[in-house]
């Protein structure tokens, strides 16, 4: 099943929160206001501060906050600061090759597919996903479909 980790989660409610706040935020506020493990989350903040996607302020009216306006922040960066490269299969990781890479009849297909996904999470920012009214068309309205494809089988994404 493909699904987004907890800490793809939880770095995507942090930085959320960031959005709609103003002023650094703390682990503690953040971890408070939504739920989240303090100790998990304070790892997930330094990861995003080390990819570059939230900046640090030390003292005591210290915390965190967003590197980039919010509509500059795409999912697909915060998943691969998080997580690292995002990938359907493992023939595109650094793992190795597939054993059955040379007679393989769906790694074409496959690839095509990853590069959709990793094309409409980087469509998303998260900006996007602070607005109560977010949802995007996935298909040819969007560009993510080749001629031949049938864009009236692809679904509306709402949240």
Same mark, same amino acid.
């Given at each position: 099943m493909l699904q987004l980790s907890k800490k +793809?989660? !939880?770095a995507l409610m942090a930085l959320m929160d960031l959005a709609e706040r103003e002023g650094p935020r703390s682990?503690?506020?953040? *971890?408070?206001? /939504?739920?989240?493990?303090?100790? @998990?989350l304070a790892k997930? @903040? %330094? =990861?995003l501060a080390k990819g570059g996607l939230v900046v640090? /302020? %030390?003292?005591? =009216? &210290?915390? !965190? %906050? #967003? *590197?980039?306006p919010a509509d500059a922040i795409h999912v697909v960066r915060v998943i691969e600061v998080v997580e690292g490269p995002l990938s359907l299969t493992r023939c595109w990781t650094d793992l190795g090759a597939c054993d059955q890479l040379e007679t393989?009849? $769906?790694?074409?297909? #496959? %690839?095509?597919l990853n590069d959709h996904v990793l094309l409409t999470l980087?469509? +998303?920012? $998260?900006a996007a996903m602070c607005d109560d009214d977010f949802h995007f @068309? +996935?298909? *040819?309205?969007? &560009?993510l479909l080749s001629s031949g494809s049938d864009a009236n089988s692809l679904p509306v994404i709402q949240s």
């Open positions: +793809v989660d !939880y682990t503690r506020e953040i *971890a408070v206001d /939504h739920g989240l493990p303090q100790d @998990l997930i @903040l %330094q =990861k640090s /302020h %030390q003292g005591t =009216k &210290g915390g !965190y %906050q #967003l *590197a980039f393989c009849n $769906i790694k074409s297909p #496959l %690839q095509r980087s469509q +998303v920012t $998260i @068309l +996935v298909g *040819a309205e969007r &560009g």
